[in-house]
Structures are given as C-alpha cells and as structure tokens.
C-alpha cells in the first residue's frame, strides 16, 4: 500500500514565524487532505489539493503530483496554530485515505 | 446544524464486553468512515460505507462489525472488547461520486478504555 512519511516531527516555533512541513508519499494519488489537530483532539480539514496550489488566508498549500509530495506553509504563526498537522492520500475512488503520522507543532508566544 | 456527530465521548469497558459506536451526520454526505487514532500515530482506517447500503473492510477491520443504518447513520460494533482497542475513535464524512472526492469532515471522536 501507499506509504505516507511527514517531516519534521516535532517543530517549535516563536509566534509570527513561518514554517513548512511536508508531506511524501510513495505511490500516484488522486485525493491528498490536510488536517489539523487541535490540542483538545478536534480533527478539522484544511485542503483538499490533489495536485496544485490553494490558499486560505495564513496557510496555503502546494502539491506536486509527479514528484509525490505536497507541501503545508504556514505564515505569520499563532499560538492557535499549535496542534498536530497531519497530510492523508488516497489512490482509488473509494474516499480511502491513509494517514501520515503527522507534525506536531508548537507556537509559544 | 450539528455537522457530524459522535456518541458516546466516553467510555470505559471491560475485557470482553460489548458496545456500540454512534455516529450520524446532518450534512446530506453519501460516504461514511470510522477511524482510530491511537497515541502518537495517525489515524488508521477501520470499515467505510461508500453508499447506503454498502460497506467495506479497512485497514484494521478485525474485531469490529459496522452497520450502515440509513444514509445519515453509521455505527460501530466491538462485540467482545480487548485491551487492545484503547484507542479514540473517530466518525467521518463526505461526499464521493466515481468523478468527486470532496474534504473529509470528522466528528469530535470517542475515546474508550478497554479493562
């Protein structure tokens, strides 16, 4: 099956610094979904970007599909920001997607 | 609109027993999914129900049994609880044609403790 590795794991960060994590992924895909965790464990989902680039407000998105791998920016960091990111994919029309193991980000103020 | 929702938040058993996972979502998605996510890894993929009246196994289907009720139902069955299934377990959503694979939305997760 499709493998998904994230980097960095663990990321600290001074609020109102950038950061960029990234996502790769071993095989084709045709569905790639960020999400955040947020500390009280609320899974919310920041993209859907199988391939190109979308942005919503501080965070935007870039996926390069015939490189296998999609990057997350996040600008101008909050401490709201904190929280686990985590990149999933899917390779079939199912809505299957398998989980990288995530970034954990912290933003101290 | 309450989105997707999860029933019970928590739960604790003993080895053994049997319960039920809730889950139901007011959004008009055809496509439902049960993850778990156990600490410090990602979440994994349990059973999914493409439409009504379908599902299928995931990655980790074995000691789980689901029922797709209705469009708006999907519910999750540990019918002899083991340690093992420690986890928090999430309910998810969206909507998906053989063309359209939309955002995924997920319920505020159940966290049970198996004795």
């Known amino acids: 099956g499709i493998q998904v590795e994230q980097s960095p794991p663990d990321l600290i960060l001074q609020e109102g610094a950038n950061s960029t994590l990234r996502c790769n992924f071993s095989?084709?895909?045709?569905?790639l979904q960020w999400f955040h965790q947020n500390p009280w464990g609320q899974l919310i989902n920041l993209f859907y970007?199988?391939?190109g680039t979308k942005q919503n407000g501080r965070l935007s998105a870039t996926t390069v599909a015939t490189e296998r791998y999609s990057l997350l920016y996040i600008s101008s960091s909050q401490t709201t920001d904190s929280g686990v990111y985590f990149c999933?994919?899917?390779?079939?029309?199912?809505?299957?997607?398998?989980f990288g193991q995530g970034t954990t980000l912290q933003v101290k103020p | 609109n309450a989105g997707v929702t999860q029933t019970p938040k928590f739960q604790v058993l003993k080895t053994g027993q049997s319960m039920t996972l809730q889950c139901a979502q007011d959004?008009?998605?055809?496509?439902m999914y049960w993850y778990r996510q156990d600490p410090g890894m990602g979440l994994r993929l349990i059973y999914y129900?493409?439409?009504?009246?379908?599902?299928d196994k995931g990655e980790v289907p074995n000691g789980y049994n689901v029922s797709r009720l209705n469009k708006r139902e999907f519910s999750l069955r540990l019918e002899s609880a083991a340690p093992s299934q420690t986890s928090v377990y999430f309910c998810?959503?969206?909507?998906?044609?053989?063309?359209?694979?939309?955002?995924?939305?997920f319920g505020s997760g159940t966290q049970l403790s198996v004795l």
């Open positions: 999933a994919v899917g390779s079939s029309n199912t809505g299957k997607l398998i």
């Open positions: 095989d084709s895909v045709n569905n």
């Open positions: 970007i199988p391939s």
């Open positions: 959004m008009n998605h055809n496509s």
């Open positions: 129900s493409a439409s009504e009246g379908t599902t």
């Open positions: 998810a959503t969206n909507f998906l044609t053989r063309s359209t694979n939309e955002k995924l939305f």
